[in-house]
């Protein structure tokens, strides 16, 4: 038994002893595994990185090309757009195919908070890297049309130009410009009226307007009143107080004066004419052509080159001729001098002025020189 025992251990022992022998080679088939895993790594690692690199010197290259429209396509960030927005906005307009690829990219390379709002010229061949620099880049300026607003038309007159020209809308202008805007110190009271179609008349400032890329005509009224308001400082308004006159009033006579003179030197003389008529007992008719041709206008008759006799007797509010004062309203839009002068007019005794034919104003204190000086020059002037 004992052995056979012996015998058995034996037999336990040479079969036991192959089995640990096995240990090492497992060892080394972990570690030649570990290693391949760590080379497949290295590989994936290194051609990710090539990847990566040749991607960004791309959308590089791309991105630092010079783009016109006709080259690409204009894209729009709107101001407050988050990556979610940018990225949705492209997939839809078919710049790029997955959102959460440029999301995450976006994020990872740092753009999320370098976007801005703007418009920027991009392809459809862009990578997510060059649409992201081109995004983050400078926005497109916008394009400028220079609009020129001249001094001495009425606002139909205006609008019938601005139209022609292609600028406008002449319905939409109109119909703004019948509207009463309160926001406005010196709109403060002006309303439509049956003899006083447009409120606006007489503040849409003469000037030459930069309007950007897609203004309307609500945009381009408002830059016309924010340069009267700007025109007409609080010294203007003082001066109109201590004269009497309301805000209207002054804009009213300073656009009969802008209409009377040929030259911007004649401006306070004639400015000084209406006010002596204006303080008068006997002379408050201005009896001004100008009136009378605006009142032509808005009849339908349109401007002549003189007006004639039968002229001053239309029966309108704003005929001179026969209405006393000032007329319901201003006939022009006065540029900056004709409200100065109609504010600060010389201080002369003059009654009567006429234009002889070189453009030029005579100007008398009786009536009868008045009549003398047109006959020697051989002109009807303000009666």
């Known amino acids: 038994m004992v052995q056979e025992n012996r015998n058995k251990t034996q037999e336990q022992t040479i079969i036991n002893k192959p089995k640990a022998k096995k240990r090492p080679k497992k060892k080394r088939y972990i570690f030649l595994k570990i290693l391949i895993l760590i080379l497949i790594c290295i590989i994936v690692f290194m051609t990710s990185a090539l990847y990566g690199y040749r991607y960004i010197v791309e959308g590089i290259v791309q991105s630092e090309k010079v783009l016109t429209e006709q080259d690409g396509f204009v894209f729009t960030i ?56 081109r995004l983050s880049g400078e926005p497109l300026k916008n394009p400028t049309v220079d609009i020129m607003i001249p001094e001495g038309k009425t606002l139909l007159e205006t609008a019938e130009i601005l139209e022609s020209q292609g600028y406008i809308d002449k319905g939409k202008f109109l119909n703004i410009a019948s509207k009463t805007l309160s926001q406005y110190q010196f709109l403060e009271g002006l309303e439509a009226t049956e003899s006083r179609k447009y409120p606006l008349e007489g503040y849409l400032y003469p000037d030459t307007y930069k309007m950007d890329e897609g203004w309307t005509e609500e945009d381009l009224i408002k830059r016309m009143l924010d340069e009267f308001n700007r025109v007409f400082t609080q010294e203007y308004y003082d001066r109109a107080k201590e004269l009497g006159m309301t805000v209207d009033e002054v804009v009213t006579l300073a656009s009969l004066i802008e209409m009377e003179a040929l030259y911007p030197a004649d401006f306070k003389k004639i400015s000084s004419v209406f006010h002596n008529r204006l303080k008068s007992e006997d002379l408050q008719l201005l009896q001004s052509d100008a ?21 001053l007797q239309i029966d309108h509010p704003y005929n001179t001729y026969i209405h006393k004062g000032l007329p ?22 003059y009654y009567y002025f006429f234009a002889a034919p070189d453009g030029t104003n005579i100007y008398n204190k009786t009536y009868e020189k008045h009549l003398a000086d047109q006959k020697k020059y051989g002109v009807r002037g303000m009666e």
Do not use: H, W
Not at 103 to 119: C, E, H, Q, T, V
Not at 291 to 311: F, H, M, N, P, W
């Open 291 to 311: 009136t009378v041709q605006y009142a032509r206008v808005y009849e339908g008759l349109g401007r002549i080159t003189s007006v004639l006799e039968k002229d």
């Open 78 to 133: 709107p101001s407050g757009s988050r990556t979610t927005d940018i990225a949705n906005k492209l997939k839809d307009e078919g710049f790029i195919k997955n959102t959460f690829i440029y999301r995450i990219m976006s994020k990872f390379l740092g753009f999320d908070n370098a976007y801005k709002a703007g418009k920027f010229i991009i392809t459809k061949d862009m990578n997510y890297y060059a649409l992201m620099v």
């Open 328 to 349: 319901p309203g201003p006939i022009c839009s006065p540029r900056k001098d004709a409200i100065e002068a109609a504010l600060y007019p010389e201080k002369t005794d």
